[in-house]
């Protein structure tokens, strides 16, 4: 597919010098939006893929440096298991479907979370869209996968414990920036805002060290429902929050 036409974000009714540098999302609302239609989950799950095609577009177009989506978590091996090997296969054919269209628009394809867990098939096209895109120079889109909060913070905790018992790291040397380079994706920045869509006020283990001064951003939509103008309209609404850091103006 061609390259995607750059949109300045003047056009859509944003101040391009404040831009969010990371959009992170909790996409939520598949199962519902299915459910309220008389079809199964998966029938959801499908329909969400558009959300994440137009959404990856939008930022990618704007020149958003980071996105990171939800995309599956640790708890939601829970779910039946004809439920999980469906969304296993949508995420196998998404990659494998995606990458060149990602390729040309520059896009970096980055994953977090604990991906030894997911089938072998999902890591050999993950594997292949990361290898294939690393040196891309656009957007970065991060998907969270078999990923939860506490536990990267678990498995960081353990990675340096690890170096203090190597004698390669000093206990007294672990601060926050020195416990942060532990973390699954040491050089990205954290997260300026934070969206969860369907209207759910919590932050269901994402992020949980990333995104201690970011700014929320609900909507009542349920993810197939979401679109770039959503996008858009949380972003105009990030613009006008004063960013204090615990500070004071």
Same mark, same amino acid.
């Given at each position: &597919?061609?390259?995607?036409?750059?949109?300045?974000?003047?056009?859509?009714?944003?101040?391009?010098?404040?831009?969010? !540098?990371?959009?992170?999302?909790? &996409?939520?609302?598949?199962?519902r939006?299915?459910?309220?239609?008389?079809r199964p989950r998966i029938f959801g799950h499908k329909a969400g893929i558009e959300s994440v095609r137009d959404v990856v577009k939008a930022c990618s177009q704007i020149d958003i440096k980071y996105l990171t989506l939800y995309t599956f978590s640790r708890e939601n091996w829970r779910r039946p298991k004809a439920e999980v090997s469906a969304l296993m296969r949508i995420l196998r054919n998404l990659l494998r479907n995606e990458i060149k269209e990602l390729d040309e628009n520059d896009v970096r394809v980055m994953a977090i979370g604990r991906i030894n867990d997911l089938p072998d098939f999902v890591q050999k096209e993950l594997s292949r869209a990361v290898d294939k895109t690393r040196d891309n120079k656009g957007l970065t889109l991060i998907l969270a996968l078999s990923y939860g909060g506490r536990g990267e913070i678990a498995d960081a905790a353990s990675r340096a414990a690890k170096r203090v018992l190597d004698g390669r790291l000093a206990p007294e040397e672990i601060n926050e920036d020195t416990?942060? !380079?532990?973390l699954y994706a040491p050089d990205v920045p954290d997260p300026d805002l934070l969206i969860r869509t369907s209207g759910e006020?919590?932050?269901?283990?994402?992020?949980?060290? !990333?995104?201690?001064?970011?700014?929320i951003w609900v909507t009542d939509l349920l993810w197939p429902d979401f679109t770039r103008n959503e996008l858009f309209k949380a972003i105009a609404d990030? !613009?006008?929050r004063e960013r204090r850091f615990g500070g004071v103006e």
């Amino acid at each position: &597919m061609a390259k995607e036409k750059k949109i300045h974000p003047h056009e859509v009714g944003l101040d391009p010098g404040e831009l969010p !540098q990371h959009i992170a999302i909790i &996409m939520d609302g598949n199962g519902r939006w299915a459910r309220d239609r008389g079809r199964p989950r998966i029938f959801g799950h499908k329909a969400g893929i558009e959300s994440v095609r137009d959404v990856v577009k939008a930022c990618s177009q704007i020149d958003i440096k980071y996105l990171t989506l939800y995309t599956f978590s640790r708890e939601n091996w829970r779910r039946p298991k004809a439920e999980v090997s469906a969304l296993m296969r949508i995420l196998r054919n998404l990659l494998r479907n995606e990458i060149k269209e990602l390729d040309e628009n520059d896009v970096r394809v980055m994953a977090i979370g604990r991906i030894n867990d997911l089938p072998d098939f999902v890591q050999k096209e993950l594997s292949r869209a990361v290898d294939k895109t690393r040196d891309n120079k656009g957007l970065t889109l991060i998907l969270a996968l078999s990923y939860g909060g506490r536990g990267e913070i678990a498995d960081a905790a353990s990675r340096a414990a690890k170096r203090v018992l190597d004698g390669r790291l000093a206990p007294e040397e672990i601060n926050e920036d020195t416990f942060g !380079q532990f973390l699954y994706a040491p050089d990205v920045p954290d997260p300026d805002l934070l969206i969860r869509t369907s209207g759910e006020l919590r932050v269901s283990n994402f992020l949980l060290w !990333q995104i201690a001064y970011s700014e929320i951003w609900v909507t009542d939509l349920l993810w197939p429902d979401f679109t770039r103008n959503e996008l858009f309209k949380a972003i105009a609404d990030f !613009q006008k929050r004063e960013r204090r850091f615990g500070g004071v103006e």
